[in-house]
């Protein structure tokens, strides 16, 4: 689609002017009453164009990932519809694999003369792609061009025949297919607007998931071991998978699995709790051989396990034996025993690897965790893991400390009420502002300005006059990353925003003060500038050697994630308080 892009990139100011002269309702005319109403809904506008469709969603209440690959058309668009609802993305089809990176599923996909320009030999896989991006009960909306192709523009045929058949292989129902004229009065060019649903049937991969949780046969805690570390993964680091490049999959690093997988069993083995008939400590434990028994040993606890953590001397060898133990019982053991009902196929692939042998210094970054290998996670599994994993991850607490007590019960080894379930929480990194507190108290000595990143007032020296503020609410995701940790004063923090969520306009109003935050923060200090990097790069989709700009896109597009997962009430911003 090369030629198409470059045609639509030369030829914005005169395409989207005359894109903008028919408005969207009337485009759509013949589907608005499948365009969904309510609030917190979220579309996506693929091949967004002059960006009419986008705004018109936005301003009936949507927020919107407007993706255009054209640069030309989209710095337009962004101009013509300067909405802080509209969130504009680089990304083209067949893939979309930046909006698939970015772990969203929306309400509404919209299509309005693109499917044309998608040669027929790919529509199958972008159908497939487009589908895995709808909620239940979503609708996707597309517009099929019928008429001879633009002379620099190529086209293929766009029959709704096909469109339908892709349908009923995907299990979408066709609410409407309807033939129109040309809006802009071309005689030879005819439309067809078409509406597709995907069924609720609320499950998503829950049915398979519970089935492995609840109904497989276990001679140990491992399954449950390594479907709960990669729902953490889902959850807290999703920015290290990566699409795979030929299935309906991502590839998770297996020394995230892994790290996981030791912070678990740390104190699980410590407290004695068996994790198999017969075996309340590490002996008989396929992952509890040197490195592991080094770590017990030790004084690394469950939670110095992190993405960013770094370790130096006989503790860094320590924890790298310890995740390449790890690995190798993942592989072997409940990565090759978890499949599909009634079938050897297995649900996880993993394709270990051996790292470099560590040398004194140990950082646990995406990198270092990428070189133990990689997991394969079914598409379906993943989404499911990201967007119901606050339901998920009970289910397997109970059922984990289940067998710990059943296990017990066989050894004469009793487990108290309670005692499994405290030694299977996930301990969160403590709320500590501390080291953001440091910092800014340190340009203050030196005569630098600190200022609220949302108000702008200057911030004093004095005592009571600064509080770090985590940007995305800690209430809502317990998030003490560097990035997420951000000066302001009293009122705002304690009165004003509190444990709300940043309104898309309210994050984007502090855009500059942010940035310059991060710059006199985290830049002066090469080990600080490190952490910060590592931290965001695991949390937030960002490319590598990420700008600050492509650091704040990420916040935002996290910030859309929270607001979509977990409809956290926003603030919209200190006027809005007033």
């Not at 892709?166 to 005819?190: E, F, I, K, M, Q």
């Not at 040993?297 to 790298?320: C, E, K, P, T």
């Not at 004063?489 to 898309?504: C, E, Y």
Request: aromatic share 6%; hydrophobic share 45%.
């Amino acid at each position: 689609m090369s030629d198409t892009i470059r045609a639509y990139d030369a030829q914005a100011t005169a395409l989207a002017a005359k894109y903008e002269s028919v408005p969207a309702g009337q485009v759509h005319a013949a589907l608005l009453e499948f365009v969904l109403r309510g609030a917190d809904l979220l579309a996506l506008v693929v091949g967004a164009g002059s960006g009419r469709d986008a705004a018109w969603l936005a301003a009936d209440g949507f927020e919107v990932v407007a993706v255009e690959p054209a640069a030309g058309m989209r710095a337009e668009a962004m101009r013509r519809h300067p909405d802080p609802c509209i969130r504009w993305l680089d990304d083209r089809l067949p893939d979309l694999g930046a909006v698939h990176q970015l772990g969203l599923a929306f309400d509404l996909i919209l299509l309005s003369a693109v499917w044309m320009h998608v040669p027929p030999p790919a529509r199958a896989r972008v159908f497939r792609k487009l589908v895995t991006l709808l909620k239940p009960g979503g609708v996707l909306l597309m517009s099929l061009r019928e008429g001879p192709s633009e002379p620099d523009r190529p086209m293929w045929p766009a029959p709704a025949g096909e469109v339908e058949a892709l349908a009923r292989v995907h299990g979408l129902a066709v609410l409407r297919s309807v033939a129109t004229n040309d809006r802009l009065g071309r005689p030879d060019v005819r439309w067809t607007g078409m509406c597709l649903r995907l069924p609720d049937d609320g499950a998503g991969a829950l049915p398979l998931l519970r089935g492995i949780i609840l109904n497989d046969d276990k001679s140990s805690t491992y399954k449950l071991g390594l479907l709960r570390a990669v729902a953490r993964i889902a959850d807290a680091t999703p920015a290290l998978a990566v699409a795979h490049p030929d299935i309906d999959a991502v590839e998770v690093p297996l020394g995230l699995v892994a790290l996981n997988w030791v912070r678990m069993y740390l104190p699980l083995v410590s407290a004695g709790l068996p994790q198999m008939p017969g075996n309340a400590g590490p002996d008989g434990l396929g992952f509890a051989k040197t490195g592991f028994r080094e770590l017990l040993a030790s004084d690394v606890a469950a939670q110095d396990l992190r993405i960013g953590a770094n370790f130096a001397g006989d503790r860094a060898a320590a924890v790298s034996r310890a995740l390449a133990e790890a690995r190798r019982t993942i592989a072997t053991m409940p990565a090759n025993y978890i499949t599909f009902p009634n079938s050897d196929a297995r649900v996880f692939t993993a394709a270990p690897a051996t790292p470099a042998r560590p040398g004194r210094e140990l950082t646990l970054d995406g990198e270092v965790l990428r070189a133990f290998g990689t997991l394969t996670v079914p598409g379906h599994v993943w989404r499911t893991l990201q967007r119901l994993g606050v339901w998920v991850e009970p289910v397997l607490v109970g059922e984990w400390s289940r067998l710990m007590r059943a296990y017990g019960e066989r050894m004469g080894r009793p487990v108290g009420s309670g005692e499994a379930e405290a030694a299977l929480a996930w301990l969160d990194p403590i709320r500590d502002t501390q080291l953001a507190r440091i910092v800014a108290q340190r340009l203050l000595d030196q005569g630098r300005q600190v200022t609220c990143v949302w108000t702008g007032a200057w911030i004093g020296s004095g005592p009571g006059t600064l509080d770090i503020d985590h940007c995305l609410p800690w209430s809502a995701w317990p998030c003490g990353d560097l990035w997420n940790l951000l000066p302001a004063t009293p009122r705002v923090n304690q009165h004003l925003k509190r444990d709300r969520l940043p309104s898309a306009a309210a994050l984007a109003g502090a855009r500059t003060s942010i940035m310059a935050w991060w710059s006199d923060a985290w830049l002066s200090d090469p080990a600080l500038q490190g952490r910060f990097e590592r931290e965001a790069a695991a949390a937030l989709p960002v490319p590598a050697s990420a700008s600050f700009e492509d650091i704040f896109a990420g916040l935002e597009w996290r910030r859309l994630r929270l607001r979509q997962d977990q409809q956290v009430q926003e603030w919209q911003g200190v006027r809005g308080d007033l």
